[in-house]
Each structure stands twice: as C-alpha cells, then as structure tokens.
C-alpha cells in the first residue's frame, strides 16, 4: 500500500518509495467502532451528538492523514487540530467509547508533526488523555491503559514514518555517491586517454615529417622511421587498451626511454639524469604521466632545442631552451589535434603568464595536477629564470 509520504517540516529527505501510504493508516478510523456500537445500543447519550461527533472524527481524521500524505502541512496540521477538539470535547461530554479515539489522535500526530512538535505531542497527549479519563470517573487501569495506548500509537507511528525516511535517504545518498563514482571513473578515463593519445600522436607526426623529409634523400633512415612510427602505433593500441581495461601501469624508465627517443626525433638533444632510491610503484606510474605530459608539450609548443629531465627521489623537473609560444587552434580543428596542425594540447603556455603557477591553465597540465593532487603531490608550471619553460612535480613521501 505504498503512497505519497507525509510532510516534512525541517526540510529532511523524502522517505523511501515503499513508505506506508493513505491506505495503510485510514483503517484506523475503526477505533470508532467502540463509540457507534453505543450510540446505536443507546448507551450513548445525547444519541445526535454523539452521531455529529462520530462524523466530525472520521472525516477530519481522512482529512489529516490525505492532506499529511500530499504534503499540504498547514491544512493537516489545522484539521489535526480539529481532531484534538472533537476527541477532546466529546470524551468529555459523552466518555465511554470516546476514550478509545484518544489512540486514534495519536496515530494521527505521529503522521502529522516531525522533529520538536511530534515529541511535544506523543509526551503531552496521553497526560491529556489520562486526566480526561481520570476526570470521568475511570480507574487506575483504565488510566494507564488509555494513556500507553495513546502513547505507543503516536510514537510507533512517528518511528515507521521516519525510518522511511532515513531509508529513503540512504537510498538518495547510495544513488549520488554512484553518480560519482561514475564521473570520476570518466574523469580518469579521460585524463588517461589524454595523456596516452596527446604524446603518442605527437611522436607520430613528429616521425611522419621525418620520413617525408628523407623519402627521396635517404629511403633507407625514412623507413627505419616509418618503422618506428608502426612500432609507436602499436604500443599506443597496447596503452589504450590497457586503459580500458584500468589495468595500465606505466613504467618510469620505459617513459624516460620513451622521451628520449620522442625527443630526439623532434630534433631536441635531450638530457636525462636520475638520482636518488627508486620510486614505488604508484609514484613510478604518476611520475611517468609526468614525463609523457611534458616531453609533449617540449615537442608541441616549446621551439626548443636542448631538454633535460632530472628525476631526484620524488621530485621530477623537466626543462627546456624554448622562446616560442604555442601556435593558435586553427578554425574547425580540435585542440587535441595533431602537433602538425598548429593546436596544441594545452592552450597557452603558463610561461606566458609571467611566472611560476599552479599547473592548470591547460588540459593536460589540469590533469597532471588532479592526477597528483589526489595523491598528495603538487604540479607547478612556468618560465625558468636561465630562459625557457620548466615543469616541477612533487610527491610526498611514502607514495
């Protein structure tokens, strides 16, 4: 019998989809058979009040629980206050019967009210219901029993209707964090593909360019390049995959051998220096993303003729002579494109902002900086003071 949970006053989440509804509290109206079975023995006195009483009840008390159920609080907290009145002023009046309608008020205050008011509620109604009780002549037991029936309604209640709705937060909050993880699975896929592609490709048409400037002087330099340029291929389609699957785990040495090459082709003599006790594994993966981001963009954008890239401990520098700024986006091609095309992977170089900063001004820089960050390492950008662009990636200890 699932159905539009009650209202919330402070704002909490909506309850679970599978919260009792309408249907499940109307029934309740039925702890009025006691009242019309003595106002048709007669026992019941004078025989119309109790009739007018007995429809006021039952229809203020529908009233409560479908205006609770579609969330009009105002309108159900009035018509709960109606209820209160009726039940009140006829136990009063007529007693007898009326006194099993007190646990009918306390259901409907515990669909009704939330927080501070249901607590007011379930603690002062049975009082007011033992000293109607009391004031009508009934006895001790009698007492307890109307007082703990009205008690135990209102807050057996008042509990179901908030475990839904903790239930139905869980389940909101289960939902979000699987949003989540989600974008960030993309967000990691995306910054892996980035990275792979951009200094793959880069390689490639740096040695495409080789081999058509050697096609017609050297045949035999053209296809060792050429050959090269289907070995790179391959080994992108490895990474990819790899990727894909999560399972990539990129070497450090490899990366530097990699950029050495990569660099060389591209006519830039090349440095490489490392010192220090190897890195661990993760730090060796996040350091080689390092070292693909910045060769790519000494190759990309930089102009430059002589690099160098020293590794010591967990702090990797990468340098290079470069002047020349990066070429603007062409119209209509992508800025991942290839280096050929004049983009670049990574907008404007930070070294055009006039000093060192945060890398993130551009893709692959962000990324760095993301991929870094969740570790605990920082990615800082910018010109060097001898000329040039410098890269610096720190990790700290333990990574």
């Given amino acids: 019998m699932a159905g539009t949970p009650p209202p919330n006053p402070d704002g909490t989440p909506d309850e679970a989809p599978d919260a009792p509804g309408i249907g499940a509290f109307l029934p309740f109206v039925l702890l009025g058979a006691g009242a019309v079975w003595e106002t048709v023995d007669g026992s019941l006195r004078p025989g119309w009040l109790s009739w007018?009483?007995?429809?006021?009840?039952?229809?203020?008390y529908a009233l409560t629980v479908i205006?609770?159920?579609?969330?009009?609080?105002?309108?159900?907290?009035i018509a709960l206050a109606g209820l209160a009145a009726v039940v009140f002023g006829l136990s009063i009046v007529l007693g007898g019967a009326w006194y099993y309608l007190f646990p009918l008020l306390g259901v409907a205050c515990g669909i009704t009210l939330r927080g501070r008011a249901v607590r007011i509620a379930t603690a002062a109604l049975p009082l007011g219901t033992a000293l109607v009780v009391w004031a009508g002549g009934g006895t001790l037991e009698s007492i307890l029993a109307f007082s703990w029936g009205t008690f135990s309604a209102g807050l057996v209640v008042a509990v179901i209707l908030h475990l839904h709705m903790v239930i139905g937060e869980l389940?909101?909050?289960?939902?979000?964090?699987?949003?989540?993880?989600?974008?960030?699975?993309?967000?990691?896929?995306?910054?892996?593909?980035?990275?792979?592609?951009?200094?793959?490709?880069?390689?490639?048409?740096?040695?495409?360019?080789?081999?058509?400037?050697?096609?017609?002087?050297?045949?035999?330099?053209?296809?060792?390049?050429?050959?090269?340029?289907?070995a790179v291929g391959r080994q992108a389609l490895t990474e990819v995959r790899e990727a894909v699957t999560g399972y990539r785990a990129g070497g450090l040495a490899d990366e530097l051998a990699h950029a050495r090459d990569a660099l060389a082709a591209a006519g830039v003599r090349a440095r490489v220096r490392r010192t220090g006790?190897?890195?661990?594994?993760?730090?060796?993966?996040?350091?080689?993303?390092?070292?693909?981001?910045?060769?790519?963009?000494?190759?990309?954008?930089?102009?430059?003729?002589?690099?160098?890239?020293d590794l010591t401990g967990l702090t990797l520098t990468i340098r290079d002579n470069g002047t020349d700024g990066p070429q603007p986006t062409q119209s209509g091609s992508s800025p991942d494109g290839p280096a050929a095309s004049g983009s670049g992977t990574d907008g404007p170089r930070p070294a055009e902002s006039g000093g060192p900063q945060p890398a993130g001004s551009g893709s692959g820089l962000r990324g760095l900086a993301e991929r870094l960050g969740q570790a605990g390492g920082s990615v800082e950008a910018g010109p060097h003071p001898g000329g040039g662009f410098q890269l610096v990636a720190t990790l700290p200890p333990g990574v």
């Fill in 52 to 60: 007018a009483g007995l429809a006021a009840m039952s229809a203020l």
């Fill in 67 to 77: 205006t609770a159920f579609r969330r009009r609080t105002m309108p159900a907290r």
């Fill in 171 to 230: 389940n909101q909050t289960r939902q979000r964090l699987a949003e989540a993880a989600v974008a960030e699975e993309r967000l990691r896929f995306s910054r892996d593909l980035h990275d792979l592609l951009g200094h793959t490709l880069s390689v490639i048409v740096v040695k495409a360019e080789a081999v058509r400037r050697l096609a017609r002087r050297d045949p035999g330099q053209a296809e060792r390049q050429a050959a090269d340029i289907e």
């Fill in 277 to 309: 006790p190897p890195p661990a594994a993760r730090a060796e993966a996040l350091l080689g993303w390092v070292v693909r981001e910045g060769v790519t963009n000494i190759i990309r954008h930089s102009g430059a003729t002589e690099a160098e890239i």
